[in-house]
């Protein structure tokens, strides 16, 4: 890595320049090539369309969130507090920890169905952020914050089909 | 080699599939449900005789089971969806994710030339192997000078 202030020639990787200690920290960061590549690290996650929402609270019986859920057509509910994303109750939840269970729904509280504090994005985040969050976390539905309030919920299948956009113009 | 072309080329048998859960469309309900748990995934393929015959996921657990008058003793042909639509291991992978737009799928079974169930895609297994295959733009988030932690490190 060529130093630009002096020349030097530099380990990869390196902070600063060995010789003139100039900061070398933005030479580094990759450019993405065009194309697909470049909406995936430069695009926001308020460029994708994001999921419908049902939100409930901790309190709330599993039976109510279940029936909003099935109302609107999707597969998972925020749990919310005071405003507050607190959790996500999804499909998942519901087959592992409720499925063979002989339960009353009405009882059943979503906390604890619930999986507690889920890894959120923000919506100025670049797409690459939350494929990398999908991808290491195996997740689905990462939710979309606003100082801590959730605003959407962006699902993998949001961002594959965005992908495939992209794809089809792309040579 | 470009994400778009790599999709194009990609074929399903090389994305990384988990082992199915596979069960017999006679396989009570409570049966299907624990093979789906043994596997940690999120669905099973019906067959009979080896062959695709129904699958049954999460969503149809969801929407015909929870909340309802559950019979987990009933065979899992009354809450599977039948007849799904499949593709073979050596389709693309855009035609994974091509199908799944289509249909808005999350889940496509994989059958052989014979008809015989042979595994099963999610968007997941997309997503996975995307940003396997093009770690810079997914797994490697380059520093952002101007990011805001929101608690101080450590604390």
């Known amino acids: 890595m060529i130093c630009p202030h002096c020349g030097h020639d530099n380990l990869e990787g390196l902070d600063n320049c060995e010789q003139c200690l100039q900061d070398l920290r933005a030479l580094d960061v990759p450019v993405p090539t065009g194309g697909l590549q470049k909406h995936l690290m430069e695009d926001t996650i308020g460029q994708v369309p994001f999921d419908r929402l049902v939100m409930v609270g901790p309190q709330d019986s599993v039976a109510r969130a279940v029936s909003q859920i099935k109302a609107i057509g999707i597969g998972q509910a925020l749990v919310v507090d005071g405003g507050r994303l607190v959790g996500i109750l999804t499909e998942r939840d519901l087959l592992y920890k409720l499925a063979g269970r002989e339960a009353d729904l009405r009882q059943v509280q979503v906390s604890q169905m619930m999986t507690p504090n889920p890894e959120t994005v923000k919506e100025g985040d670049a797409l690459r952020i939350v494929l990398n969050k999908m991808s290491v976390g195996g997740y689905r539905h990462v939710p979309i914050v606003r100082d801590g309030r959730p605003v959407g919920i962006v699902s993998a299948k949001a961002i594959a089909n965005f992908i495939l956009k992209y794809s089809a113009l792309d040579f | ?155």
């Open chain 2, 1 to 155: 080699m470009s994400i778009a072309t790599t999709l194009r080329e990609v074929k399903i048998r090389h994305l990384p599939l988990r082992p199915p859960a596979m069960v017999e469309r006679r396989a009570s309900l409570k049966e299907t449900v624990e093979a789906i748990k043994s596997k940690h995934l999120g669905c099973a393929l019906v067959c009979e005789g080896g062959k695709l015959v129904g699958l049954f996921t999460e969503r149809d657990l969801l929407n015909k089971v929870i909340g309802e008058p559950a019979g987990y003793a009933d065979p899992v042909e009354k809450f599977m969806t039948p007849d799904p639509a499949k593709l073979s291991l050596d389709d693309s992978a855009e035609a994974a994710m091509r199908l799944m737009q289509e249909g808005d799928y999350r889940t496509i079974p994989l059958v052989d030339a014979q008809g015989n169930a042979a595994g099963v895609v999610t968007v997941r297994d997309l997503i996975t192997y995307l940003a396997e295959h093009f770690p810079k733009e997914a797994l490697n988030l380059p520093p952002d000078p101007h990011q805001e932690m929101d608690r101080a490190e450590g604390a």
